[in-house]
C-alpha cells in the first residue's frame, strides 16, 4: 500500500499478487481494523464476463473480491454466540471478514474459499493483525477435510445460488459436529426466501431465522439463518 500527498491509501499495484489491493479501513468484531480487499472488484467481474464470452474456460465470478454487508452482520451476531475456545469453519471467506471476527472472539477458524485468490487476501489480513489460521481452498461438496469436526460452520452469502445448495449441504452434513449449527448470512435477497422452502423439505434440519441491524443501513438488516441437526 501506498499513500497520497494527503495521506489517504491507495491501492498497491505492486503486489505480488494477480489483482490490485489496498488496506480497507473495516469495523471487525467492534473495532476499525484494517482488511485487505481487491481494489478494483467492478473490473474484476467486467474482465471475468469478457473472458467468459470469449469462450475461456474456468473462469469464475470473482464475487469475492466484495466485502458484503452479509459478512458485517454475521461478524455482529457472533455476539449473540459462545464461540469462544470452539472450532469453527468458514466457507466461502472472500475477504475472511467474518472468520476474522470469529478468531478475534477467540474461536480456532478455518478459512476456506472455492478459489485461491481471495485466500492470498486472508492471510495478509490475518499477517497484518497478528492473528492465525488454518486458510485453504475447499471446494464445497467436492473437498473434505478428513476427520474434521466443527461445532460452528459459518458462511457469509454463499445461498445467492440455487446451484450451490446441495453442495452446501453436503459439506456441512459431513464437517458438522454433532449439535453444531450452520449460520448462514444473507441481506434479504428473494432467493434466501427459496432457500429457507428448500431447507424445509429435509427434515435432518431444523431452521431458525434472526436478525442484525447494521448502523449504515437500519432499513435493510442481515437476515442470520440458523441451522442444527435435528438428533
Given at each position: ?13 505492486h503486489s505480488p499478487l494477480a489483482f490490485p489491493w ?109 492473528l492465525k489460521a488454518n486458510v485453504r481452498v475447499f ?93
Amino acid at each position: 500500500m501506498t499513500s497520497n500527498a494527503s495521506g489517504e491509501s491507495t491501492p498497491d499495484t505492486h503486489s505480488p499478487l494477480a489483482f490490485p489491493w489496498h488496506w480497507e479501513d473495516t469495523l471487525i468484531a467492534g473495532r476499525v481494523r484494517p482488511l485487505a480487499a481487491a481494489s478494483d472488484p467492478d473490473g474484476m467481474l467486467l474482465d471475468a464476463c469478457r473472458r467468459q464470452d470469449e469462450g475461456e474456460e474456468g473462469v469464475i465470478d470473482p464475487f469475492w473480491a466484495t466485502t458484503w454487508r452479509a459478512a458485517s452482520g454475521l461478524d455482529r451476531f457472533l455476539d449473540r454466540v459462545d464461540i469462544h475456545g470452539k472450532r469453527v469453519l468458514e466457507v466461502g471467506c472472500g475477504t475472511g471478514h467474518a472468520g476474522i471476527a470469529a478468531i478475534l472472539r477467540g474461536a480456532e477458524v478455518t478459512m476456506t474459499d472455492g478459489v485461491a485468490d481471495p485466500l492470498h487476501l486472508v492471510r495478509l489480513s490475518l499477517s497484518r493483525l497478528g492473528l492465525k489460521a488454518n486458510v485453504r481452498v475447499f471446494r464445497l461438496g467436492e473437498d473434505k477435510l478428513e476427520g474434521e469436526k466443527f461445532p460452528f460452520i459459518l458462511g457469509s452469502d454463499v445461498t445467492y445460488l440455487r446451484e450451490l445448495w446441495p453442495a452446501l449441504l453436503a459439506s456441512a452434513e459431513e464437517h458438522l459436529a454433532d449439535g453444531g449449527q450452520l449460520l448462514l448470512s444473507d441481506p434479504n435477497r428473494v432467493i434466501g426466501n427459496e432457500f429457507r422452502e428448500w431447507i424445509a423439505d429435509y427434515p435432518a434440519w431444523d431452521y431458525h431465522e434472526e436478525s442484525v441491524v447494521l448502523e449504515d443501513d437500519p432499513e435493510h438488516p442481515i437476515r442470520i439463518m440458523r441451522l442444527t441437526r435435528r438428533a
